[in-house]
Structures are given as C-alpha cells and as structure tokens.
C-alpha cells in the first residue's frame, strides 16, 4: 500500500511515515478472505487519516489527509472491484457511508461495524445489523454477527488494535 502511494504521488509519499516508524500490522482483513486483505486495509487505513492515527501515513495538514484519506479509500474499493464482486464493492460503500455516519453522530459502533464488514463481506448477511447502528445506534447485531463469522478472540485482537488507533 505504502509502496504504490508512493510511486502514484510526490505528495503520498512525503506523507509516508520514516520506515521504522511504518506499523504493518493488520487490523481487520485476519476477519475476512484473504482475497481482500490488502484491499480492506487500503480502506482502513484512509479510515485512519481521516479519523485516527494511521500505520504508515502522517499527512503535514488536514487539507493534505483529507485527500490521501479519500485516495486510499478509492484505492482499496479498486482493488477489491477488481475481484468483479458487487456485493462485496456494495458492503465498502455501507461502511464508508456509515463509518462517517458513526463519527459525525460522535457515537460507537465503527469497530463492530469493520469487523462485520471484514468477516462477512460480500456475504449479503449485514443489512439488519447495519439498520441496528444507522437507526438505532446499536452495534450489538453488528458485533455478534463478526463474532458469530470470525469467533471471539480473533475479534477481541481486531478491535483492541482498532480502539488503540482510532482516536487522534
């Protein structure tokens, strides 16, 4: 990911963080088909530029995260429609759209929702669950859902390490 930023823009790649400080550390794509992993990450990872710290990025200003965070978003929905997955591509627009929903309501739910939409993307199995957090502001079905598809522990790793970055 920080590889392609880098030979795509000038701009991403001053972004890039010095080497040893990069955090290559998957979050959510262990949830999920590995098919996806790099995709997913790609999107999380803008997720981060936009609302927390991110693994491999440091943009000098919030016009410039702005924009990296919207390229990184792209980038990851390509990478996953490359795939010819509409379902799947149908699942990162929800997310996208309901992540922002989630932080401009300032209410909880974002990790439960990255690790259903990792665990069960493409599946078509996330709609009530999603209605549950965009109506109700209740993460719960999204919760048991990435559970009842990933199991327990791998869950508890996912959001622990997503807790730990998404706050600014």
């Known amino acids: 990911m920080a590889v392609d930023a880098a030979a795509e823009s000038t701009l991403w790649a001053d972004c890039l963080l010095p080497d040893p400080e990069r955090d290559r550390s998957p979050v959510f794509s262990p949830l ?10 790609t999107i999380y990872e803008g997720y981060l530029v936009h609302y927390g710290r991110p693994r491999l990025f440091a943009p000098p200003d919030d016009d410039t995260a702005l924009l990296l965070g919207d390229y990184l978003y792209a980038h990851g929905v390509a990478r996953i429609s490359a795939f010819q997955d509409v379902a799947a591509v149908a699942d990162l627009a929800e997310l996208i759209s309901l992540c922002s929903q989630v932080r401009a309501e300032e ?17 078509g199995a996330l709609d009530e669950a999603r209605t549950a957090l965009r109506l109700h502001a209740d993460p719960q079905p999204l919760e048991a859902a990435s559970r009842s598809a990933a199991g327990d522990e791998a869950v508890e790793v996912a959001l622990a390490a997503h807790f730990e970055r998404r706050s600014a």
């Not at 999920?32 to 790099?38: P, Q």
């Open 32 to 41: 999920g088909e590995a098919r996806y992993a790099l995709g997913l990450e």
């Open 107 to 123: 209410s909880d739910g974002d990790g439960p929702l990255w690790a259903a939409t990792a665990a069960l993307l493409g599946r």
